[in-house]
């Protein structure tokens, strides 16, 4: 029940195409869903979040559409970057913090 | 958000021997904590070290294998001992701003051998 899933594990997306990462969830006490962004020989940086009590939240080319019935979340990637191929992980918090096991994005020139 | 500095980046160690990882906060945090990120895998969270008390180990991590320090509220310690190449990982530092955000150093690249 403390499991965060998310799929695909690698993805290649040709650049300008959209990037859609998708995880899933069953711990309904889970409150607060963040996406971060890590590059190879860094650590993690928190990209965008979201809070259950909206549906979806957009920060210049990311976006994270949230289904609370379905306990799923997606991250968007629009008009995708060979400057955003990293692995990008994401986490729900709420008692406990826990990630998902990444997902590693390729964006070709 | 919060600055961290960890140090060393990354090390090799002989098997037996010890490392202690070092990670210095920008400001005050009550709670900081310590992953592990094997190659090519997610973070698993290895113990939750609070200013002024004992360290709270996840399951699978004991104390004598990775003891902790929190001498203050911008510093903490993650020290692995008697290592084996099993060992061999990326160890990062985190700390929560508020309940919610979590900033992270750029780790410790450690290789046993």
């Known amino acids: 029940q403390q499991q965060v899933k998310q799929s695909p594990q690698s993805l290649i997306v040709q650049k300008g195409g959209i990037s859609i990462i998708n995880c899933a969830y069953e711990?309904?006490?889970?409150?607060?869903f963040p996406w971060y962004q890590q590059f190879p020989g860094k650590g993690p940086a928190l990209l965008i979040a979201?809070?259950?009590?909206?549906s979806e939240k957009k920060e210049g080319r990311f976006t994270i559409s949230f289904n609370k019935s379905a306990k799923q979340f997606s991250l968007h990637i629009m008009d995708s970057q060979p400057g955003d191929s990293a692995t990008y992980f994401c986490?729900?918090?709420?008692?406990?913090?826990?990630f998902g096991p990444g997902t590693r994005l390729s964006v070709l020139p | 958000s919060a600055v961290i500095s960890q140090k060393p980046s990354r090390d090799i160690c002989q098997r037996g021997t010890s490392l202690t990882i070092q990670c210095q906060v920008d400001?005050?945090?009550?709670?900081m904590f310590w992953y592990r990120q094997q190659p090519g895998q997610s973070l698993t969270l290895i113990a939750t070290?609070?200013?002024?008390?004992?360290?709270?180990?996840e399951s699978g991590f004991v104390i004598d294998k990775f003891p902790i320090s929190r001498p203050n509220l911008t510093f903490s310690t993650l020290t692995v001992s008697n290592m084996s190449p099993e060992d061999s990982s990326i160890y990062l530092c985190?700390?929560?701003?508020?309940?919610?955000?979590?900033?992270f150093g750029s780790g410790t690249r450690l290789t046993v051998v």
């Open positions: 070290a609070n200013q002024g008390s004992e360290a709270t180990y």
């Open positions: 711990n309904t006490a889970f409150d607060y």
């Open positions: 400001s005050q945090v009550t709670m």
């Open positions: 985190s700390v929560g701003v508020g309940v919610y955000g979590y900033t």
């Open positions: 979201i809070r259950p009590d909206v």
């Open positions: 986490a729900a918090s709420g008692q406990n913090f826990v």
